[in-house]
């Protein structure tokens, strides 16, 4: 069966990086894309950005744009999400879902567990 | 960016009641539009697909159904693992976007 397992909760400092991984097992890892959504502490789901596994074809959302980076690692089937210069808006659950292999939202079947990213001074 | 508004924000119902939400896109999204269910402190969980479609293993009592900028998902008869937050998702086009939620209380 599909899982998708993420790292550990972070706490990071106004203006640092956070690199966020997410393993994936179960199915053929090249033949999907992941696509990373989060949610602030009460809010709602907040698309950010998507990652084809197959050609490392990208997208993000504009306001994360220039500060997110997305890499895979076929030989681990791992999946990361780096994100710079937080701020205090980027507190949130991050989470990674399985996406399709040329599309960011089709039917996001799988999620992992989520990453707790709290930004604090 | 595409805009999906979700109404009613907030829904109290009893169990064996019908509900109904409804999505509307800011532009047409033909029926590419996902509906998720979530219950606090875990990941959405995908319900319906491509608006109309049931997701595997999914009771029959969810349903959704629309077209261009109009859709609706309806639960026939509450049940006490129902209440929860529901999202809409539009995937016609980057970046793809959520309704703000429709949280689901018993009364």
């Known amino acids: 069966q599909v899982h998708l397992v993420q790292s550990g909760g972070e706490v990071k400092k106004p203006g640092a990086s956070v690199k966020v991984s997410c393993k994936a097992s179960?199915?053929?890892?090249?033949?999907?894309?992941i696509s990373w959504v989060r949610q602030a502490p009460g809010q709602g789901l907040e698309w950010m950005a998507w990652?084809?596994?197959?050609?490392?074809?990208?997208k993000s959302a504009q306001n994360v744009q220039g500060r997110v980076t997305m890499t895979t690692d076929t030989s681990t089937t791992t999946a990361y999400l780096e994100l710079r210069s937080l701020t205090s808006d980027d507190t949130a659950v991050y989470y990674c879902?399985?996406?399709?292999?040329?599309?960011?939202?089709?039917?996001?079947?799988?999620w992992g567990q989520g990453t707790l990213v709290t930004v604090s001074p | 960016d595409i805009q999906m508004t979700q109404s009613p924000s907030s829904l109290s119902a009893s169990v064996g009641d019908r509900v109904t939400i409804t999505c509307q896109a800011s532009q047409g999204i033909s029926s590419f539009l996902n509906w998720y269910q979530q219950k606090p402190g875990k990941a959405p969980n995908l319900l319906i697909y491509d608006a109309s479609n049931l997701e595997t293993g999914v009771p029959s009592r969810f349903s959704g159904s629309g077209y261009g900028t109009v859709f609706t998902f309806t639960i026939s008869s509450l049940q006490p693992e129902d209440f929860a937050t529901y999202y809409c998702q539009q995937y016609d086009d980057i970046p793809i976007t959520f309704g703000q939620g429709t949280r689901l209380e018993i009364k």
């Open positions: 990652i084809s596994v197959y050609n490392g074809n990208t």
């Open positions: 879902a399985r996406a399709g292999i040329a599309s960011a939202g089709t039917g996001l079947r799988y």
């Open positions: 179960g199915y053929t890892f090249s033949s999907y894309g």
